[in-house]
């Protein structure tokens, strides 16, 4: 009897003696820290991942997602979880999502029943949006940019911290146009009359992406395993990947799909014209640039410091133009980190700005040049 009774003693010795991971949840914008019963769910849910994975796991809330994204990038995280937008940004830090909900979420924009505009240039509608930083906020301002719309197409866009804010604005007539889930926006019209203007793609709730390099592959199989099982957070999850999460980190924060004053071209059309002569300029950081890039690519950094949208203040940033052709009338073209990468964009749009007749965008950029397979240079020593 004494000797089973040893054996929970010591693989809690063992749990203390391992060094701690740390679990970053990033709430829900209608969850607190503040709640009991939200703490209570998170704390079980750690405790499940630390039998499952044999260490101590650290618990580190987040209101912001911007805060979690960066303190993984900064290699503090070992495992996060939180809503779609946040697990596909991380993936850019060698994060791996190994679980997601089935339960999916889209965005709407919904128009009040006096409203018979569009999501469309110059229609000077009053937005309401949820969080900047929350999924819907995300997924709304990629759908704005996406379309080439910028702040001055609209009389208004305001976030809110309270998620049913923008549908109780459009109510009281405050809004032309609000922004909710799709869900959410069926029953509102059903109630209030009214349209869904449009209605995007639909995006995992939740996942939980782990770093690698801290959580080995034998882990990895058993958090998934016990967490398929049941978890206290009563969620119905099936495994993941970082496919599952290729759209969103698209969708996100992604660069518009029109530039005026630009050709906007792929990566077969660029090394097309690259064998013509056509110079092509990497405006990435300088060490993404000796890391790899697209051979013969002048490196010409942008240092941006103003917001990821079309109305971007080109005073925010710092991009040398006079590196660029003396010849205004001379083609170029210009690539960065892919469609969510916006220096390419921006360095594009101040050339145009400054006289530039012959600019080319390479908008899917260094990620759609690898995905093609074609070579690559490096200045690594």
């Known amino acids: 009897m004494m000797r089973y009774a040893i054996i929970p003693l010591l693989l809690v010795s063992a749990l203390a003696q391992a060094s701690p991971l740390t679990l970053g949840v990033v709430l829900d914008q209608n969850e607190s820290i503040a709640d009991a019963g939200t703490n209570q769910n998170y704390r079980a849910f750690a405790r499940e991942i630390e039998r499952a994975v044999g260490q101590p796991v650290r618990l580190q809330y987040y209101k912001r997602g911007f ?4 303190q993984a990038k900064d290699g503090t995280l070992d495992m996060v979880f939180g809503p779609a937008q946040v697990i596909a940004n991380i993936g850019k830090f060698k994060f791996e999502p190994i679980l997601k909900s089935n339960e999916t979420t889209s965005v709407a924009f919904v128009a009040g029943p006096r409203y018979k505009g ?3 240039a110059k229609s000077q509608a009053r937005l309401g949006v949820p ?10 301002r990629s759908e704005i940019n996406s379309r080439g719309l910028a702040k001055s197409d609209f009389a208004e866009i305001k976030f809110h911290r309270m998620a049913e804010a923008p549908l109780y604005g459009l109510k009281l007539g405050r809004y032309d146009l609000a922004v909710a889930s799709a869900e959410e926006a069926k029953t509102w019209t059903a109630a209030n009359g009214g349209r869904i203007v449009f209605t995007s793609a639909s995006v995992p709730l939740r ?5 690698p390099e801290t959580v080995p592959a034998v882990a990895q199989q058993k958090l998934t395993t016990a967490l398929l099982a049941g978890n206290s957070l009563k969620l119905a999850l099936s495994t993941a990947t970082k496919a599952d999460f290729k759209s969103v980190a698209s969708m996100l924060n992604t660069t518009p799909v029109s530039l005026p004053g630009a050709k906007i071209i792929s990566a077969a059309e660029a090394k097309a014209l690259i064998a013509k002569g056509m110079p092509i300029y990497d405006v990435r950081a300088e060490e993404e640039y000796k890391t790899a890039h697209v051979p ?3 490196l010409v950094s942008y240092k941006e410091g103003s917001a990821k949208e079309v109305g971007f203040d080109p005073a925010d940033d710092q991009f040398a133009l006079n590196r660029l052709p003396k010849d205004k009338n001379a083609p170029f073209m210009m690539y960065c980190d892919g469609t969510i990468c916006w220096k390419s964009y921006k ?3 101040m050339a145009i700005q400054a006289g530039w007749k012959n600019v080319y965008w390479f908008r899917g950029g260094f990620p759609e040049w690898k995905e093609a397979g074609f070579p690559i240079e490096s200045k690594k020593n």
């Open 207 to 211: 996942a939980l992406s782990i770093q």
């Open 347 to 349: 360095s594009a749009v």
């Open 118 to 120: 569009t999501l469309a």
């Open 67 to 70: 805060s979690a994204i960066k």
């Open 131 to 140: 969080d900047y930083e929350s999924l819907m906020g995300g997924m709304a």
């Open 296 to 298: 013969g690519a002048i």
